[in-house]
């Protein structure tokens, strides 16, 4: 049994591009036009999910994905610094910022920890494993980096150490007993111009 998980990242927002912990806002016109130049370059999918965050949504409707909303897809919970600039709640609460950027299990901003988007992330990945075929989430970076070390077996300290790019693409692929990382933060495809063929 060949089971496929394709996930892609949300496009940037303007709080995203500004270092801002992210807010339920729309993607960015650039975003936007990126995730549409993609539209076409998707393999057939037998499940399409989304994250229920307004910028996967778009990034979903941008990419012609028939998406069902999959809430073990959500990005963190970053309480109350949402939509607050990193550099900003780094000078006003330093010892928060240190602990939520190397204990896996901190939520000094009230949110969620690592560690409960990383439970959230296994625990789609596990019932997923059983469910031959293949699946496209779109989904946030956070989640993508649980999804890596959950496959990997690796700590979740290591998160940080993962970047995840704007509408890049990480696949997974399983044979109905363990998952392996195929490729991780590629680039998304564009389709052809025409007018360039």
Sequence with gaps: MLVRLTMICNGATAAT??????VDEPLEPRSLTSAKAMRGTLRRADRVWTAP????????????LQASVEPLLADQDYGRWVGRGF???????????????????????GGESLADVAG?????????????GHTIAVTHASVIRTAILHVLGAPLAAAARIDIEPLSITDFRSDGRRWVLRACGVSAPKRADPREV
């Design 53 to 64: 965050a307004l910028r996967a949504r778009q990034t979903a409707e941008a990419l012609e």
């Design 120 to 132: 959230r992330a296994s625990k789609l990945m596990d019932g997923l494993i059983a469910q031959a």
């Design 17 to 22: 591009r500004k270092g801002a912990f992210p």
């Design 87 to 109: 550099e900003d709640v780094r000078e006003l609460q330093p010892d928060g910022i240190a602990a939520w950027l190397t204990d896996p299990n901190a939520a000094p901003h």
